[in-house]
């Protein structure tokens, strides 16, 4: 069976967070772990909506946390789907803290996270294509592949011979 690939924009999740109390660490800041957990289930809703099935977290890249978010403070979460593979897609977040009284934004952080779609016995499913369209899409998409088959090796997955647009990166530096 042959899946209509689909338009990266169509699978774009905003998330809202307030932070509370509970969400922060001994500083007042919200912690790496609360935020992490929001982050997998942005990416989760929209790998699900790109996909139209259940998914599940393969791999999360490293997530470096550039800013603080204040308790008080208000958690935007975007989270895109980069590129398809077979049964895969990588999916893009971008995190900025808002302080909603002095009404301004800034970053906080951006990572990839993997995931995989399953079909109703559990065994992964073929995903559809994802079509980039803006500049920014278009960008992603092609690092994709090569994040991807770094990740691969990490796991243990692939061979670095095997990698050849990764190898072709390192060559061109
Ligand atoms: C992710 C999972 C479904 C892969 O299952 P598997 O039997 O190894 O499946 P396959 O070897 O057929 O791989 C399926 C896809 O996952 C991708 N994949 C597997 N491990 C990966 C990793 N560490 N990073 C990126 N992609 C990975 C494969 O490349 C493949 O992608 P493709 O079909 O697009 O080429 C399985 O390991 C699993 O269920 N893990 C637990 C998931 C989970 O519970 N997550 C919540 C956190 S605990």
């Not at 007042?28 to 909506?49: F, H, Q, T, V």
């Not at 958690?75 to 808002?98: D, L, Y």
Request: proline share 5%.
């Amino acid at each position: 069976m042959t899946l209509s690939p689909k338009n990266a924009q169509q699978s774009l999740i905003q998330m809202t967070e307030l932070v509370l109390p509970n969400d922060t660490n001994t500083f007042g800041n919200l912690m790496g772990g609360r935020l992490m957990y929001w982050m997998d289930i942005a990416a989760a809703l929209s790998c699900m909506k790109h996909c139209a099935a259940p998914v599940v977290t393969a791999s999360v890249d490293n997530i470096s946390f550039e800013n603080p978010i204040k308790l008080g403070n208000v958690v935007h979460i975007e989270a895109q789907v980069t590129r398809a593979f077979n049964t895969s897609m990588e999916v893009h977040m971008k995190v900025w803290g808002e302080d909603p009284v002095q009404q301004y934004r800034y970053k906080s952080n951006e990572a990839f996270m993997t995931f995989v779609a399953l079909d109703p016995n559990g065994n992964s499913r073929p995903v559809p294509a994802v079509i980039a369209e803006t500049e920014e899409e278009k960008k992603l998409f092609e690092g994709a592949l090569r994040r991807r088959q770094l990740r691969l090796i990490l796991s243990g997955r692939m061979k670095p011979a095997d990698a050849a647009e990764l190898r072709a990166l390192f060559m061109e530096a």
